[in-house]
């Protein structure tokens, strides 16, 4: 059974940095497409970026592309969410997902996935 482990947020001023990891375990981890949604109180989940399996491609959400890197470390089986210039709206509970299905045409789709982690807050204010 896949597992899904993250960690790495917290609290940041506006303009700060944060590094989310994302560790996987229970599956092989090369044949896995990973990615990372948020949700916001009161707002509905939204995709955030995803590496999909192999490495093949990134795809980010159009508000983060220029700020946000997603990576992969095989050797690790971890997962990696480098979040730069970070804004109040980045603010959000932070999910790891995992699928070995998911096709691009629905790689944004939160349904698309059956490997949720447990989630990290991150709250970006001053």
């Known amino acids: 059974q896949v597992r899904l482990v993250e960690s790495g947020g917290g609290l940041v001023q506006p303009g700060g940095s944060l590094s989310l990891s994302c560790a996987f375990s229970?599956?092989?981890?090369?044949?896995?497409?990973v990615g990372w949604f948020r949700q916001a109180p009161g707002k509905e989940r939204e995709f955030v970026a995803v590496?999909?399996?192999?490495?093949?491609?990134?795809h980010y959400e159009d508000s983060v592309k220029g700020r946000f890197t997603i990576s992969r470390d095989t050797a690790k089986n971890t997962v990696y969410l480098q979040m730069n210039n970070l804004r109040p709206e980045d603010t959000g509970v932070y999910s790891c997902v995992a699928d070995s299905g998911v096709i691009l045409s629905s790689i944004r789709r939160a349904d698309q996935y059956d490997y949720w982690g447990q989630g990290t807050q991150v709250t970006v204010s001053s």
């Open positions: 229970g599956g092989n981890f090369r044949s896995y497409t």
């Open positions: 590496i999909r399996r192999n490495g093949a491609s990134t």
